[in-house]
């Protein structure tokens, strides 16, 4: 018997998506459950890993900070192979072998026994990691088929810190019911996700993605460092980002040590900020990334660089009360601070991403996941040397990388558009749209 189709439930979807800032899935929900499912494993144990650490050693804390701050840099190259990787092969090849390294590496803690052997085992983990963040924005794009770009971010952001967080509150039930033994099975559980994951991402094939380059293609076809390293506004685009990316610290890392430490309030407050940022972050995203759909680039990037200078400001006044009155600043800080990355971060990616040109993207993006890399290194040496030098010149700082980011940014969409020597493509990005 042959199916009818109910022709007005299409547009009704598609209606009801747009008003809630989604894009259309187009038959890739399996890609949605995967994020889930990989979230999920990772936020029931990255919250305990140094705990994991600190059971199974008799290494001291410091020696384990030290361990995976070494394993982070030795990590980060990484992100260079997995370009090359994914403008050959893929991004979808390089998101499954990204599972396959992240599970082995998980899987080598239980023989992690000394500082070696932990940075090894942390490496291979991290290395995961870069190869994730390098093709994951290539993978969107071509799944999306540069269509509503900014929604599939800002869909998959929202579905990555749910899963996180429900992650973390199982890991936490779990981990306080059943004491430091059950943390050995949330790794075990993590490892399993991680390969439920990549199997289906394997699984889904990615219509209209591009063929892998064949390996006997003419020099001049493929792709090369050089055009990246070429591209002016590309590299301001990076620039600007290592420095803006330090402003995603201030909610997880930089508030919490300057309450703590500086202004001796109670730690509640700082997990109020947290929390706060992070709820934010799951119910606002896809409605913020819909509101700010109909702007201009440099008015969004703007946008997103007021509001998160605001937010800094806010905070750095706090310190200068107190009670009520301070908590209340603070929550405002962390409130518009929390806006603002929900304004700048799918409108970035988004923009960097159809910026480069399709056969390159995957060597693009991973220059810009080492910008965006840069604050997780950086970020603790400076949190560290600032927060009980001055407070005044720790935020005075974080409010001068984040306007020099978005000066950069607009700089940047000024120098592609006054030049025109960049395709059609980016200039219809510029504008806050979609090419056909």
């Known amino acids: 018997m042959t199916r009818t189709v109910n022709r007005g ?60 701050t070494i394993a982070t840099l030795l990590a980060m190259p990484a992100a260079l192979l997995a370009g090359s990787g994914i403008d050959r092969w893929g991004p979808a090849s390089i998101l499954v072998a990204n599972n396959v390294v992240a599970a082995l590496g998980y899987l080598s803690y239980f023989w992690v026994h000394d500082v070696i052997t932990l940075i090894a085992a942390s490496a291979i983990v991290l290395i995961a990691d870069q190869l994730y963040w390098s093709a994951w924005p290539v993978y969107v794009a071509d799944i999306s088929q540069g269509q509503d770009l900014d929604r599939w971010f800002a869909l998959t952001n929202v579905v990555r810190n749910v899963s996180v967080g429900l992650g973390g509150l199982l890991g936490g039930v779990i981990a306080s019911s059943y004491g430091p033994s059950s943390l050995s099975w949330l790794l075990g559980v993590n490892i399993v996700t991680c390969f439920v994951a990549g199997a289906m991402f394997s699984s889904k094939r990615i219509a209209g993605a591009r063929p892998r380059r064949d390996p006997s293609s003419r020099s001049k076809e493929r792709p090369r460092w050089s055009d990246a390293l070429r591209d002016r506004p590309f590299l301001l685009m990076a620039a600007s980002q290592a420095v803006t990316s330090f402003a995603w610290l201030i909610p997880h890392m930089a508030l919490p ?117 840069c604050s997780s290194v950086g970020g603790p040496v400076l949190v560290g040397s600032l927060v009980e030098l001055d407070a005044t010149l720790l935020w005075a700082t974080f409010a001068l990388m984040i306007l020099f980011g978005g000066a950069g940014y607009i700089w940047a969409l000024h120098v592609k558009s006054s030049t025109h020597n960049r395709t059609e493509q980016f200039q219809a990005t510029a504008k806050g749209t979609t090419p056909p």
């Open 9 to 68: 439930r299409l547009p009704r979807l598609q209606r009801i998506l747009s008003a809630a800032g989604l894009p259309m899935l187009r038959g890739y929900r399996t890609v949605i459950v995967a994020v889930l499912i990989d979230g999920i494993g990772a936020g029931m144990f990255l919250p305990f890993s140094i705990i994991f650490f600190d059971n199974s050693t008799d290494l001291s804390l410091s020696w384990i900070g030290t361990a995976l």
């Open 257 to 373: 040590v300057y309450l703590i430490v500086v202004e001796k309030v109670s730690p509640w407050v700082a997990s109020a900020g947290l929390t706060l940022n992070m709820l934010i972050s799951i119910a606002l995203q896809t409605v913020v990334t819909r509101l700010t759909a109909g702007f201009s680039r440099t008015v969004v990037i703007a946008g997103a660089t007021g509001l998160m200078t605001s937010g800094v400001a806010a905070i750095a006044v706090s310190g200068h009360t107190q009670g009520l009155t301070q908590t209340s600043l603070i929550l405002l800080g962390v409130t518009l601070l929390t806006l603002g990355q929900l304004v700048h971060g799918p409108a970035v990616s988004a923009l960097v991403t159809l910026h480069a040109p399709k056969a390159a993207r995957g060597r693009y993006m991973s220059i810009f996941q080492l910008a965006w890399a």
